[in-house]
C-alpha cells in the first residue's frame, strides 16, 4: 500500500508569532489527493468565509499534488485564498520550478497563517523556516530586480523557487500578482495585494528530498509513455513553436480577437503581435517550467540603447503569449510590437495581472472618449495604441495620485459603478475579462467558472466545435462536465496544455505505480465532488450566482456565433443556479 509520507505534510506558518509547524495530513491527502482537492478542504478549516481579504485572517494556502515532480508536465502549483478583486475564492495557478520545489521541500501544502508588521520575506529550506527582513527590499520599484536580491542571498540555486511581489501589492491593487522566477506568475484575483497586506514580499522555497515510487518498473513504463507523447506527438508542438500567440491571428480571422475594448472582435494591426510575427522578428529563446519537456515559455529579446549612449545597448527578456498580446495589445489597439512589449515590461515589473490592468485600461479609456471622466480623473490622455501614456498609467494605479486611479486599483467593476459606463466594463463575476470573443460558450464559461476564467472550463474551445448552437442549458452542463474534470488534474497539479495527454485512463494509469489505485470512473466521481465542495465553499465566501449577468458590450458585437441574446443567458444562468440548488449548494 502507498504510504503518502512524508508528501501528506503539511506546513502551517504563522507571520503574527512567526513560528512554524508540521501536521501530518494524511486524511486528506489519501481523500483528495492533492493541489485543488486538498487546498480546498485546508481553506475550509481556516474559517475564513467572512473575513476581509486584505484582514490578517485571510490564509493563504499553496498545495501541489501527486504529479509534481514525478510526471512530465506536473509543473503546477494551486494558490488558494480570500480573492480581494472578487471578495470570494481565490484560486490562482503559476509553474516555474515553485511545484518542484514545494514538493522535494517535503511538502504537499503550505497554509500562510496571520501578518506580519514589518515587511519579511520567508525563506523555507526543507525542514528550516526563517523569517528575513524584508525592509530593505520593500518599496522596490521592480519585482525582477527583488528575485535577484533574493537569488543572492539565498542558497540552494538550480533547487528553489522565487515568489515575490511588485510595488502593486504593496499598496494593495486589488489585481497585483506574484511573480514566480521571473516569467511565470499567480496572476489573477488579486495574490499579490494579500500577500502585501501581510507585508509578505516574497517567499523562496527549497528542496533536495527524494520521491518515493511504490512500483518502479510501472512507474518508467508509464512515464516514457508520457513523456513520448508530450515530446513527439503533435500534441504538444504548437505550444513549443508558435507558443498561445499562434492563436492571434485565427481569432482575429473569426472576428473573436476581443479590440479596443471590445468595440470591434478584429484589429487591423493583429499581424505585428501575431504567434508568427513575434517569433521571426522579437523571439530570444524559449524555457521551461521544472520538470516540462514541452518549453512553451516564449522570451522576446527587447534590445533599447541607454539614454545619451547611443552604441550601447541593454536587452531585456520578456515573457509573452496570446493572454499578454490581446490584454496589452488588441484591447488597448496598440499594434506596435515594441510598445507592446515595453509596455508588459512595465506591467510585470510593477507586479499587475496583464489581463486585468489592459480591460482596466481599455474601459478607462473608452469612458475618457464618452466624456464620463475627464483628464482630470485620468491625469494624462489615454488613446488608443499610444503605449506611452498606457506605460504612465501603470504608475498611476501603483501610487493612486487620486479618487479615479485609486477606485481603478479596484477592478473595472468597482469603478465603472463609480464614473458610469457599466455595460461596457468587461467584468464577469468580478474578474477581468479573457480574451475569447468567440461565443455564447466562451461566456458562459466566464461567467459559471469558479474562478471566472477562460481555463475553468475552456468555452471558448467548445465554440468553436460547435456549428449550431445548442440549448443554452445544454451547454451549461457541458461546462460543468469539463470543469469538474479540471477539478482533477488540478489536484494532481498539471499544466492545463497537457490535457489532452493526460485523459482518465492514463491518469489512473500514472496513479497506480505511485500506489494511489484511482479507477478512471472513481477520477470523474472525484472531480464531481471536488467541485461541489469548491463552488460551495465559494458561495459561502460571498459569491451569489444568481446575480451573475454579461455586460451589455458583448450582447452589441457579433461573434462567430452570430449577435449574442441576453435571454440565451438569462435561461443558461438559470439552469445552473437550479443545478445548484438541486446539489442543495444554494
Ligand atoms: S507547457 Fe509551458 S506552462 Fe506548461 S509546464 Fe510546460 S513550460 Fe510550463
Known amino acids: 500500500m502507498y504510504e503518502p509520507k512524508p508528501f501528506s505534510k503539511v506546513l502551517y506558518i504563522d507571520l503574527n508569532r512567526r513560528t512554524s509547524w508540521v501536521e501530518e495530513r494524511d486524511d486528506l491527502v489519501e481523500e483528495w489527493l492533492g493541489g485543488i482537492g486538498l487546498g480546498i478542504q485546508l481553506l475550509k478549516e481556516?474559517?475564513?468565509?467572512?473575513?476581509?481579504?486584505?484582514?490578517?485572517?485571510?490564509?493563504?494556502?499553496?498545495?501541489?499534488?501527486?504529479?509534481?515532480?514525478?510526471?512530465?508536465?506536473?509543473?503546477?502549483?494551486?494558490?488558494?485564498?480570500?480573492?480581494?478583486?472578487?471578495?470570494?475564492?481565490?484560486?490562482?495557478?503559476?509553474?516555474?520550478?515553485?511545484?518542484?520545489?514545494i514538493k522535494l521541500a517535503g511538502y504537499m501544502a503550505i497554509v500562510i497563517r496571520g501578518a506580519s508588521e514589518t515587511p519579511i520575506y520567508l525563506a523555507i529550506h526543507e525542514d528550516r523556516v526563517h523569517f528575513r527582513d524584508a525592509s530593505a527590499l520593500w518599496g522596490m520599484t521592480s519585482s525582477f530586480t527583488v528575485g535577484r536580491v533574493i537569488a543572492e542571498r539565498e542558497p540552494s540555486a538550480g533547487y528553489r523557487s522565487i515568489l515575490r511581489i511588485g510595488p502593486a501589492g504593496e499598496k494593495l491593487v486589488r489585481y497585483a500578482s506574484v511573480m514566480v522566477e521571473s516569467f511565470r506568475h499567480f496572476?489573477?484575483?488579486?495574490?499579490?495585494?494579500?500577500?502585501?497586506?501581510?507585508?509578505?514580499?516574497?517567499?523562496?522555497?527549497?528542496?533536495?528530498?527524494?520521491?518515493?515510487?511504490?512500483?518502479?518498473?510501472?512507474?518508467?513504463?508509464?512515464?516514457?509513455?508520457?513523456?513520448?507523447?508530450?515530446?513527439?506527438?503533435?500534441?504538444?508542438?504548437?505550444?513549443?513553436?508558435?507558443?498561445?500567440?499562434?492563436?492571434?491571428?485565427?481569432?482575429?480571422?473569426?472576428?473573436?480577437?476581443?479590440?479596443?475594448?471590445?468595440?470591434?472582435?478584429r484589429f487591423e494591426q493583429a499581424e505585428n503581435i501575431s504567434g508568427e510575427e513575434m517569433a521571426s522578428k522579437v523571439l530570444g529563446r524559449r524555457i521551461a517550467c521544472s520538470g516540462c519537456p514541452v518549453a512553451c515559455i516564449h522570451l522576446a529579446a527587447l534590445r533599447e540603447p541607454y539614454p545619451h549612449e547611443p552604441f550601447f545597448y541593454k536587452t531585456v527578456f520578456i515573457s509573452y503569449d496570446y493572454e499578454l498580446a490581446y490584454a496589452l495589445g488588441s484591447m488597448l489597439g496598440i499594434g506596435k510590437r515594441e510598445g507592446f512589449l515595453k509596455l508588459l515590461h512595465f506591467v510585470e515589473s510593477a507586479g499587475l495581472d496583464a489581463i486585468s490592468t489592459g480591460v482596466c485600461f481599455a474601459w478607462?479609456?473608452?469612458?475618457?472618449?464618452?466624456?464620463?471622466?475627464?483628464?482630470?480623473?485620468?491625469?494624462?490622455?489615454?488613446?488608443?495604441?499610444?503605449?506611452?501614456?498606457?506605460?504612465?498609467?501603470?504608475?498611476?494605479?501603483?501610487?493612486?495620485?487620486?479618487?479615479?486611479?485609486?477606485?481603478?486599483?479596484?477592478?473595472?467593476?468597482?469603478?465603472?459603478?463609480?464614473?458610469?459606463?457599466?455595460?461596457?466594463?468587461?467584468?464577469?463575476?468580478?474578474?477581468?475579462?479573457?480574451?475569447?470573443?468567440?461565443?455564447?460558450?466562451?461566456?458562459?464559461?466566464?461567467?459559471v467558472g469558479g474562478r471566472h476564467s477562460h481555463l475553468d472550463n475552456a468555452g471558448y474551445s467548445l465554440d468553436q466545435k460547435i456549428r449550431e448552437l445548442p440549448p443554452p442549458e445544454e451547454l451549461v452542463e457541458k461546462l460543468i462536465k469539463e470543469e469538474s474534470w479540471r477539478m482533477v488534474l488540478n489536484?494532481?497539479?498539471?499544466?492545463?496544455?497537457?490535457?489532452?495527454?493526460?485523459?482518465?485512463?492514463?491518469?489512473?494509469?500514472?496513479?497506480?505505480?505511485?500506489?494511489?489505485?484511482?479507477?478512471?470512473?472513481?477520477?470523474?466521481?472525484l472531480g464531481r465532488d471536488i467541485y461541489k465542495q469548491r463552488y460551495s465553499l465559494k458561495i459561502q465566501m460571498g459569491f451569489d450566482p444568481t446575480e451573475l449577468k454579461p455586460p451589455g458590450r458583448i450582447l452589441e458585437v457579433p461573434t462567430p456565433h452570430g449577435t449574442l441574446e441576453e435571454e440565451y443567458f438569462e435561461r443558461g444562468l438559470k439552469h445552473f443556479s437550479n443545478i445548484l440548488r438541486d446539489w442543495d449548494i444554494i
Open 187 to 265: 496572476g489573477r484575483l488579486g495574490l499579490g495585494a494579500v500577500f502585501g497586506s501581510k507585508k509578505l514580499k516574497a517567499i523562496v522555497i527549497s528542496g533536495r528530498k527524494a520521491l518515493k515510487v511504490e512500483d518502479k518498473v510501472a512507474y518508467k513504463k508509464v512515464y516514457d509513455e508520457i513523456f513520448e507523447k508530450a515530446v513527439r506527438s503533435g500534441l504538444m508542438k504548437k505550444y513549443h513553436e508558435l507558443g498561445t500567440t499562434m492563436n492571434v491571428l485565427p481569432l482575429n480571422e473569426l472576428g473573436a480577437l476581443p479590440t479596443m475594448n471590445l468595440k470591434s472582435g
Open 364 to 447: 478607462a479609456t473608452e469612458a475618457l472618449e464618452k466624456g464620463l471622466i475627464s483628464e482630470r480623473e485620468t491625469l494624462l490622455r489615454l488613446k488608443w495604441g499610444d503605449y506611452e501614456s498606457y506605460i504612465k498609467a501603470v504608475k498611476m494605479i501603483v501610487e493612486q495620485p487620486n479618487e479615479f486611479y485609486k477606485e481603478l486599483a479596484l477592478g473595472v467593476r468597482n469603478a465603472s459603478k463609480h464614473f458610469g459606463g457599466e455595460e461596457f466594463a468587461l467584468s464577469f463575476g468580478g474578474n477581468e475579462m479573457p480574451g475569447y470573443h468567440t461565443g455564447p460558450a466562451a461566456y458562459l464559461g466566464f461567467l
Open 491 to 525: 489536484s494532481l497539479v498539471i499544466c492545463l496544455f497537457a490535457r489532452g495527454i493526460y485523459d482518465a485512463e492514463t491518469v489512473s494509469e500514472a496513479l497506480d505505480p505511485l500506489g494511489i489505485p484511482v479507477p478512471p470512473e472513481e477520477l470523474h466521481r
Open 46 to 101: 481556516e474559517s475564513m468565509t467572512s473575513v476581509d481579504p486584505l484582514s490578517p485572517e485571510n490564509s493563504i494556502i499553496l498545495a501541489v499534488g501527486p504529479f509534481n515532480a514525478t510526471y512530465p508536465l506536473g509543473s503546477k502549483t494551486v494558490a488558494l485564498f480570500k480573492s480581494p478583486l472578487t471578495g470570494n475564492l481565490g484560486e490562482s495557478y503559476a509553474g516555474g520550478r515553485s511545484s518542484v520545489s
